[in-house]
């Protein structure tokens, strides 16, 4: 039986999700196609939305309006589900060396920005190995991206727009003014796929820099449960004394399975983080995602198929940047806004 629809989505991580909720709540019809896998980047990703970011404290990009905007959407998207899906908390951050910590009293000179987001360090945790001060970070976000995708798909599957299935693009026909696959027509499909993209015949050869990350889920009795460190490597709480380690950056890899050497770094750094308090290795978690190299998404149509969309490019900023810019481009789809342009698929060819 054939089904007509507006839109085809492709791919139902954090990417997708955020697609197709605005696609729902402008009152769009839609169908989501994903194969469900249990692990993709938007799963093994901690799902902070950190305001200060990097080794040389840099302000991240748009902070301003993205963490606002995110917060309303992820409650937003919690009230419809029934869940909670965002922790407001902080990050202490601790300095892992004196160079950082005389980087970080230089920065506090100049940079008038500090006051809106950096607090003396609020918590001296006795767990935490605070040989040289650090900071706080004030407001942060903690996402529950699992409980959201696995949320947001039973409200898709309860409302007939899930397909459980993977892509094929050799089954993707455009036509003159929408696109068909197998059995589905639509006036357009919108590909949400992450580093999926490499086997998208129209969208592959954009300027997409693979990096493969690896986390650990880890029982640790003891911490404040509602906060953030940071030295070396982010321990994020996910309830019932876990948390989540990581992550790891690996530009040259040859799978996206946990590794051995991984396992050993990560653990290495927890343990010089956590002073006289044990850990339970939970889990051990890989994927790639889809960076950019000047850390700008790739959102937009395709220069010779306007049915063609492409939402991706979102590297390690996933969770804060798709709200803010789903929004943008399912605007931009019904004639009500323009993507920005720094976010353009256009530029990059």
């Known amino acids: 039986m054939s089904r007509s629809t507006q839109y085809i989505v492709v791919g139902q991580g954090i990417g997708g999700t955020m ?22 980047a938007s799963r093994v990703a901690g799902g902070v939305i950190n305001p200060v ?14 963490h606002p905007f995110a917060l309303k959407i992820y409650q937003e998207i919690g009230d419809l589900l029934g869940k909670e899906l965002v922790l407001q908390t902080r990050v202490h951050r601790y300095h ?30 006795p767990a935490i190995n ?15 991206g699992e409980e959201l995708m696995d949320g947001w798909r039973a409200f898709l599957i309860q409302n007939g727009c899930f397909l459980e299935a993977t892509f094929d693009h050799s089954q993707l026909e455009t036509l003159a003014s929408s696109i068909r696959y197998k059995d589905i027509e639509a006036q ?15 969208f592959k050869d954009l300027p997409f820099n693979a990096a493969k990350g690896e986390a650990l889920i880890v029982k640790i009795v003891g911490l404040l449960p509602a906060e953030v460190y940071l030295k070396g490597v982010f321990l994020v709480p996910l309830g019932n004394n876990l948390y989540y380690i990581g992550s790891t950056n690996e530009w040259v890899f040859t799978d996206d399975k946990p590794s051995a050497h991984k396992l050993e770094e990560l653990e290495r750094k927890l343990q010089k983080v956590l002073i006289n308090l044990p850990y339970e290795l939970i889990a051990h978690k890989a994927a790639v995602r889809p960076a950019v190299k000047n850390r700008r998404p790739l959102i937009g149509p395709h220069p010779e198929h306007n049915q063609l969309w492409l939402f991706n490019g979102l590297g390690t900023k996933g969770y804060s940047l798709s709200p ?8 931009a789809l019904q004639d009500q806004g323009n993507l920005d342009a720094e976010i353009l698929l256009s530029r990059s060819r």
Not at 56 to 64: E, H, Q, T, Y
Not at 188 to 201: A, S, T
Request: charged content about 20%; glycine content about 6%.
């Open 53 to 66: 970011t990097g080794k040389k404290l840099a302000k991240s990009w748009r902070i301003d309006e993205l």
């Open 130 to 144: 605070n040989t040289l001060g650090g900071f706080t970070i004030s407001p942060a976000l903690k996402i529950y």
């Open 188 to 202: 357009k499909v919108i590909f949400c796929e992450g580093w999926g993209v490499q086997h998208n015949p129209w």
């Open 19 to 40: 697609v197709s909720y605005f696609l729902h709540k402008a009152g769009l019809d839609f169908v989501v196609i994903d194969p469900a896998l249990p692990s993709n």
């Open 324 to 331: 803010f810019f789903a929004n943008q481009m399912v605007a």
């Open 96 to 125: 892992s060396n004196p160079e950082d910590a005389t980087k970080f009293d230089e920065q506090a000179e100049t940079q008038d920005w500090f006051d809106n987001y950096i607090l003396p360090l609020q918590i001296n945790e």
